[in-house]
């Protein structure tokens, strides 16, 4: 059985299990120690103690190593699944770059990547996605952002919309050093085809259940076909996503979205997200893409310089539109909240309509002049804007656990506390806590400690050209060691 939904609590956590073995350990010597006491001599029991004590602080110091933990798969039918959080460790300088595998790149029929993007004039019902295909995906050049952020950084700035990882994710693998031409030297095996470019003019349309899952099932027939896919049931092979997994997961033919990640044939691939199913160990959450996409070291560390000493004049701020439509909507709360904070703490930017999806320069102002941003669950519980304002090292502040901490936890630091804020809706909702006085309750010094941690974590979520560590290579890095993982443990589903 997959774990495809559950009503399990996330304190089962395989990380938990570190903790859980110590404690046993611990108890172990306590009864050693028993044992003890019932012989007579006062000073070998004195000296068992100190030895045993010794050996209990080598025991914990090696405990307190990052040990890899089998993944506790067999039995996780509906338990939420976390991975292990990011321990990437920065460019090794091991002989072999590529330990932990070779990458095997399909070569599709254009049908499934090529044409999807040339006909990117109706890849949406309203309007042309053509200027968010350019450069590679990363959309146009923001020079409009000259006046906001300094002048030599002004290059590394596009008009990035938030759905086009398929894009960049596919140019980045063609240049992926552990790239191999022949698949028969290959541990994972890539699938360039753009889901979720191809369902996107579906989905608000009136369209039929075939239309919609057309592209997925034909990309599964030709999988199908291949020696590897064949193999391994799918177990090596890796998907981007472009959108979220609610847009592949239609359960019945009148629901939204497509039925792509229910399809026989994608069961075991694993998937990239902007959103995952924190309880499905094949769903990965990724990086939404923020308009800044560094292509050397010194822009990435100018930027954080930037973003680390610039003035903020606000507390907190706001991005986000009321739905009129959606009575007590929480976010009608929170713009409320903001209005209405003495002395203008927070700011507001409203972006009604579309104006917040391919970020605007009032955005990326409003989050480099605040300390703080709301982040609350949108349509689904993630949303751009989390890593717009995270880039701009303002401090998040979430009311949801699954907006982030369960999404993104390859590429966010491990402590949620350490660079964000967690303030429990229910009490917003019922007037018990006021936001302003949650966020005024953190010294000076607290809130530049939280933004080092989030400045200390840009490259980590951001897609650049391959010249730093990036989003892209924390997520490919990641999806190599798992399947690594896979083959030494020995585990696939039964
Ligand atoms: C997924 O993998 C399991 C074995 O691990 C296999 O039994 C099953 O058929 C695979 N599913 C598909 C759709 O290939
Ligand atoms: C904000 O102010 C308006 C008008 O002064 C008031 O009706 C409303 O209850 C206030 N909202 C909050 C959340 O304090
Ligand atoms: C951003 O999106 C809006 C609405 O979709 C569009 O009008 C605008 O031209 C876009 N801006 C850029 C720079 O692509
Ligand atoms: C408001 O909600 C919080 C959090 O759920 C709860 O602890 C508190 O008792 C509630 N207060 C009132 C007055 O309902």
């Given at each position: 059985?997959?774990?495809?939904?559950?009503?399990?609590?996330?304190?089962?956590?395989?990380?938990?299990?570190?903790?859980?073995?110590?404690?046993?350990?611990?108890?172990?010597?306590?009864?050693?120690?028993?044992?003890?006491?019932?012989?007579?001599?006062?000073?070998?029991?004195?000296?068992?103690?100190?030895?045993?004590?010794?050996?209990?602080?080598?025991?914990?110091?090696?405990?307190?190593?990052?040990?890899?933990?089998?993944?506790?798969?067999s039995s996780a039918a509906n338990r939420l699944y976390r991975f292990p959080s990011a321990a990437v460790s920065p460019a090794s300088t091991d002989v072999d770059h590529c330990k932990n595998g070779r990458i095997f790149v399909y070569d599709l029929p254009t049908a499934f990547n090529q044409d999807i993007v040339k006909n990117c004039d109706s890849l949406n019902p309203w309007s042309s996605s053509c200027s968010a295909m350019v450069n590679g995906g990363f959309g146009q050049r923001a020079d409009s952002l000259a006046g906001v952020i300094p002048e030599n950084l002004v290059a590394s700035w596009y008009w990035t919309d938030q759905f086009v990882t398929e894009i960049i994710f596919h140019n980045r693998i063609m240049k992926h050093k552990c790239r191999v031409k022949e698949p028969e030297s290959a541990t994972a095996f890539y699938v360039p085809f753009y889901a979720g470019l191809a369902v996107g003019k579906f989905l608000w349309t009136a369209s039929s259940a075939e239309d919609r899952d057309h592209h997925c099932r034909m990309i599964l027939k030709w999988l199908s076909d291949q020696e590897y896919y064949k193999k391994s049931n799918g177990w090596d092979?890796?998907?981007?996503?472009?959108?979220?997994?609610?847009?592949?997961?239609?359960?019945?033919?009148?629901?939204?979205?497509?039925?792509?990640?229910?399809?026989?044939?994608?069961?075991?691939i694993t998937r990239l997200l902007i959103e995952r199913n924190p309880w499905d160990y094949f769903d990965v959450g990724v990086p939404y893409p923020t308009g800044f996409h560094p292509s050397s070291q010194d822009d990435m560390s100018a930027w954080q310089d930037f973003v680390r000493t610039h003035s903020r004049t606000h507390l907190f701020c706001f991005a986000g539109a009321k739905r009129a439509a959606f009575r007590n909507d929480f976010r009608g709360i929170l713009l409320d909240q903001c209005r209405n904070s003495t002395a203008e703490k927070c700011r507001v930017v409203d972006c009604a309509g579309s104006r917040?999806?391919?970020?605007?320069?009032?955005?990326?102002?409003?989050?480099?002049?605040?300390?703080?941003?709301?982040?609350?669950?949108?349509?689904?519980?993630?949303?751009r804007s989390i890593f717009d304002c995270m880039v701009a090292g303002a401090i998040p502040v979430f009311f949801w656990r699954r907006t982030a901490y369960y999404q993104y936890e390859w590429f966010l630091p491990g402590k949620p506390e350490s660079y964000s804020v967690f303030i429990d809706r229910n009490a917003v909702k019922?007037?018990?806590?006021?936001?302003?006085?949650?966020?005024?309750?953190?010294?000076?010094?607290?809130?530049?400690?939280?933004?080092e941690r989030v400045i200390e974590s840009i490259p980590m979520?951001?897609?650049?050209?391959?010249?730093?560590?990036?989003?892209?290579?924390?997520?490919?890095?990641?999806?190599?060691?798992?399947?690594?993982?896979?083959?030494?443990?020995?585990y696939k589903w039964k």
């Open positions: 059985m997959l774990p495809l939904s559950g009503n399990s609590s996330p304190e089962h956590h395989p990380r938990k299990l570190k903790s859980y073995e110590l404690f046993g350990r611990k108890n172990s010597f306590n009864s050693l120690l028993q044992q003890f006491h019932h012989q007579q001599s006062r000073l070998w029991l004195l000296l068992t103690i100190l030895c045993l004590q010794i050996l209990l602080i080598f025991i914990i110091r090696f405990l307190s190593f990052p040990l890899p933990l089998p993944p506790v798969i092979h890796f998907i981007t996503m472009g959108r979220i997994t609610w847009d592949f997961r239609r359960s019945s033919d009148e629901d939204w979205g497509s039925r792509c990640i229910y399809l026989p044939g994608m069961r075991n917040c999806s391919n970020g605007t320069s009032a955005i990326l102002e409003s989050f480099l002049n605040s300390d703080f941003c709301l982040q609350p669950r949108g349509d689904s519980f993630t949303r019922n007037g018990t806590a006021s936001i302003e006085a949650v966020l005024e309750k953190f010294s000076r010094e607290e809130v530049r400690e939280m933004r979520f951001v897609y650049g050209t391959g010249a730093v560590k990036d989003a892209f290579d924390v997520a490919v890095d990641g999806v190599l060691r798992r399947f690594k993982e896979q083959e030494e443990w020995g």
